[in-house]
T-cell receptor, first 114, second 114 residues
Framework: DVKVTQSSRYLVKRTGEKVFLECVQD?????MFWYRQDPGLGLRLIYF???????EKGDIPEGYSVSREKKERFSLILESASTNQTSMYLC?????????????FGSGTRLTVV | AQSVTQLGSHVSVSEGALVLLRCNYS??????LFWYVQYPNQGLQLLLK??????LVKGINGFEAEFKKSETSFHLTKPSAHMSDAAEYFC????????????FGKGITLSVRP
């Protein structure tokens, strides 16, 4: 069964901490995505990557960065966590060019910044 | 640019009643269309998709959706609601171009009353 695995289901961090959210997929997908999900706002795209070492900003990249050193791993970094970054974070992947495919999502990481 | 409209944020039905969740899209060309379901504290799971061919698409858990180009709609239905259908549902569209991204609606929460 193909999978996208997010390393933590729940995370509590302090304001100002540097936070790493990890995502690993075992499907050899080229494309990977990070979303945040907030009530009433739906899913908002933070960053995405079409290949190793490539990254592109999504709709709300401020306060975030990403790293993709290996094809299977896409990390989201909160350089200095703030309370307004408390949210559910979802990672997803899809094959390159396969627009008739949807995305495969991880189970999400619920981050609380205190 | 493409967009997705899911009217309302919450739908409540009785167990055994018809489920109808509406989705309209705007796109300059016929897109690929998807419905996802999200159970509490989980990631998104693909319910069904329309790419080409038959406009009535059947998915998992007894759900189906019909692509109506003239109405730019892709409404999700299920003849008889079950308590386990209570979840959040997202409609999404994707262009047919290479590396195009999914655009999600804001989601709609389905409650099922006993």
């Amino acid at each position: 069964d193909v999978k996208v695995t997010q390393s933590s289901r729940y995370l509590v961090k302090r304001t100002g901490e540097k936070v790493f959210l990890e995502c690993v997929q075992d499907m050899d997908h080229e494309n990977m995505f990070w979303y945040r999900q907030d009530p009433g706002l739906g899913l908002r795209l933070i960053y995405f990557s079409y290949d190793v070492k490539m990254k592109e900003k999504g709709d709300i990249p401020e306060g975030y960065s990403v790293s993709r050193e290996k094809k299977e791993r896409f990390s989201l970094i909160l350089e200095s966590a703030s309370t307004n970054q408390t949210s559910m974070y979802l990672c997803a992947s899809s094959p390159a060019g396969g627009t008739n495919y949807g995305y495969t999502f991880g189970s999400g990481t619920r981050l609380t910044v205190v | 640019a493409q967009s997705v409209t899911q009217l309302g944020s919450h739908v409540s039905v009785s167990e055994g009643a018809l489920v109808l969740l509406r989705c309209n899209y705007s796109s300059s060309v016929p897109p690929y269309l998807f419905w996802y379901v999200q159970y509490p504290n989980q990631g998104l799971q693909l319910l069904l998709k329309y790419t080409t061919g038959a406009t009535l698409v059947k998915g998992i858990n007894g759900f189906e959706a019909e692509f109506k180009k003239s109405e730019t709609s892709f409404h999700l239905t299920k003849p008889s609601a079950h308590m386990s259908d209570a979840a959040e549902y997202f409609c999404a569209v994707r262009h047919t171009g290479a590396n195009s991204k999914l655009t999600f609606g804001k989601g709609i929460t389905l409650s099922v009353r006993p």
